[in-house]
T-cell receptor, first 112, second 112 residues
Framework: EAQVTQNPRYLITVTGKKLTVTCSQN?????MSWYRQDPGLGLRQIYY???????DKGDVPEGYKVSRKEKRNFPLILESPSPNQTSLYFC???????????FGDGTRLSIL | QKEVEQDPGPLSVPEGAIVSLNCTYSNSAFQYFMWYRQYSRKGPELLMYTYSSGNKEDGRFTAQVDKSSKYISLFIRDSQPSDSATYLC????????????FGRGTQLTVWP
């Protein structure tokens, strides 16, 4: 079954404590993205990756890092989380040249 | 002006009604048009995917694209309570960058 798997699904943590949200896909897609979804603002792209070792900023990259060392995995790193990063995060796989993206089920982060 | 505009609703209809969801956009470069359905606590799920202008039908769902008016629609016939979700439109220029532009989503409730 084609899947985009995110972990953890829920996390409550404190300001400044580094965290990583993992994302894995089994569809052999080259393109992967991270989004955050906030009420009234919709989905906003944080970072994207067109292939292994190729990443670039989306609309709201401040405070986030990503890496793409292998095709199937695209972790999102918050080095020093702050309360304004409390949000619902989605990893997506696929896309580029008009192809649709496929989303994971989300990670709800609360930064206290 | 946001590149993709979508009325957030909420929209509430009785079971069996025909539902019309719409988005307008400002960028004439958009070539690919998608509708995603998002249930509570889940990620967006691709519902319809069309290229350029025209209609596409899939069961009870019909997607329409009018590029001359920069207007896209999703029609749901014989709506069911299981259609209750948030519907997001998304658009892509078709470049290798793979940037998707999302509407903010319309919340739909179908009551029995």
């Amino acid at each position: 079954e084609a899947q985009v798997t995110q972990n953890p699904r829920y996390l409550i943590t404190v300001t400044g404590k580094k965290l990583t949200v993992t994302c894995s896909q089994n569809m052999n897609h080259e393109y992967m993205s991270w989004y955050r979804q906030d009420p009234g603002l919709g989905l906003r792209q944080i970072y994207y990756s067109m292939n292994v070792e190729v990443t670039d900023k989306g609309d709201v990259p401040e405070g986030y890092k990503v890496s793409r060392k292998e095709k199937r995995n695209f972790p999102l790193i918050l080095e020093s989380p702050s309360p304004n990063q409390t949000s619902l995060y989605f990893c997506a796989s696929g896309g580029g040249s008009g192809q649709p993206q496929h989303f994971g089920d989300g990670t709800r982060l609360s930064i206290l | 002006q946001k590149e993709v505009e979508q009325d957030p609703g909420p929209l509430s209809v009785p079971e069996g009604a025909i539902v019309s969801l719409n988005c307008t956009y400002s960028n004439s470069a958009f070539q690919y048009f998608m509708w995603y359905r998002q249930y509570s606590r889940k990620g967006p799920e691709l519902l319809m995917y069309t290229y350029s202008s025209g209609n596409k039908e899939d069961g009870r769902f019909t997607a329409q694209v009018d590029k001359s008016s920069k207007y896209i629609s999703l029609f749901i016939r014989d709506s069911q309570p299981s259609d209750s979700a948030t519907y997001l439109c998304a658009m892509d220029r078709g470049s290798t960058l793979g940037r998707l532009y999302f509407g903010r989503g319309t919340q739909l409730t179908v009551w029995p």
